[in-house]
C-alpha cells in the first residue's frame, strides 16, 4: 500500500451528543443492553489534532475538567489510533492532542467523540485512505457510541446504538444544556436500572418488549417542530441517573419554569438537555439557569460528524 504521509497536523472537530430518545432492553449475554436511540449531535466539540511522530502519545486540556481522563492507552482516542495502525499496516505512531469541550463522563458521548476524530485524523495523517465503511467498523469496534460521533446529524440507533440508520432532520433544535461536576459512570447507571427493574420499581412493560422509536419522536424531528419533540422525548436511564442526584430534578424543573419546552437527562448522565422553542429562549433559559449558579450552554443540533478543519 502506498500511504502519502503527511507531515503538518490534523485537525479533526466531533460533536457530542443528545440521546432524544433512549429505549433500555434487556441485558445480553455480552454485557451490552439492547437500545433503541435516537442520537442527535450538537454545537459542542472536541477538538482532536495528530501530529506526525514516532510514538504514540496524547496529552489532553480543555475548556471543561479534563482530571479524569486518562493519557495512555485506556484513553479511547490512543485506542482508535493504535487500532487504525494495526488494521492498515501504519508502523508510524502519532502524537494526538486533545482539546475538550464536551464535559467529561457526561453522558454525551465525549471520549466516543474523541475517537471518532482520532480514526479521521490519523487516516488523514497517515494516508490511509480507508474509507467512510471501514472506518465505521473500527468505531464500532471501539463503542457502541462511536460510530454516531463519526457520521452525525440525526440518526436512530439499534442493536448496542451502533447500527445506525440516519433521520431526517429538518431545521435547527435549541438545546440548552445543564453540565455537572460530578460525572456519572455510564455502566453504573446501567447497573443501577437493571437493579431498580429486578425489584419490581419498573412499568408494566418495561423492559419493553418491542424496542422501537417511537414514530412520533421521528415525525417530529422530520417536521423540525420542537412543539412536537417535547412531549415524546424520552429515557429509560434517567430514573437510574437521577437516582442519589436531586440536583438534576432540580436543573430539569427549573428549566421548563425558565420556558423550556422539556428537559430530559442526556444518555447516562448526569447532563440534563433542554428543548427550547427558539434560540432567543434558549438564550434566556442559559442566561436564567447561569444566574442560579449553575453551568449552562445554549447548543444547536443537528450539526455534522467528524470532519478535518483548516
Ligand atoms: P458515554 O455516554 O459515551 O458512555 P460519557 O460521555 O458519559 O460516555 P466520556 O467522557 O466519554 O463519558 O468518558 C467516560 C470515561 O471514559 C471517563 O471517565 C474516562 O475515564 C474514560 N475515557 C477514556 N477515553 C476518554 C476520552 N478521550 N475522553 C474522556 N474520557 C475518556
Known sequence: MSMAHRSDAVHVRAPGKINVYLGVGSQHDDGYHALATVFQAVSLYEDVYAHPSNEFTLEVYGDVDVADVPVDDRNLAMRAAKLLAQTAGVTAGV?????????????????SADAAAA???????????????????????????????????????AGRGDELTPALARGRFDWVLVTSAQGLSTPEIYGRLDALR?????????????????????QALRAGDAMALA?????????????????????????????????????????????????????TVQQELQATGRTALHVHGPVAGAQVLG
Open 119 to 157: 480514526l479521521v485524523a490519523c487516516d488523514a495523517l497517515w494516508g490511509t485512505e480507508l474509507g467512510p465503511h471501514r472506518l465505521h467498523e473500527l468505531a464500532a469496534r471501539l463503542g457502541a457510541d462511536v460510530p454516531f460521533a463519526l457520521h452525525g446529524g440525526t440518526a436512530i440507533g
Open 231 to 283: 412531549p415524546v422525548m424520552f429515557n429509560d436511564l434517567e430514573r437510574a441517573a437521577v437516582d442519589g442526584r436531586p440536583d438534576l430534578e432540580r436543573a430539569l424543573a427549573d428549566g421548563l419554569r425558565f420556558g423550556a419546552l422539556a428537559g430530559i437527562v442526556s444518555g447516562s448522565g448526569p447532563t440534563v438537555a433542554l428543548l427550547c422553542a427558539d434560540s432567543e429562549i434558549a438564550r
Open 198 to 218: 429486578a425489584h419490581g420499581e419498573a412499568l408494566a412493560d418495561d423492559p419493553p418488549l418491542s424496542l422501537d422509536v417511537p414514530v412520533a419522536v421521528l
Open 95 to 111: 502524537h494526538l492532542v486533545i482539546r475538550k469541550g464536551v464535559p467529561v463522563a457526561g453522558g454525551m458521548g465525549g471520549g
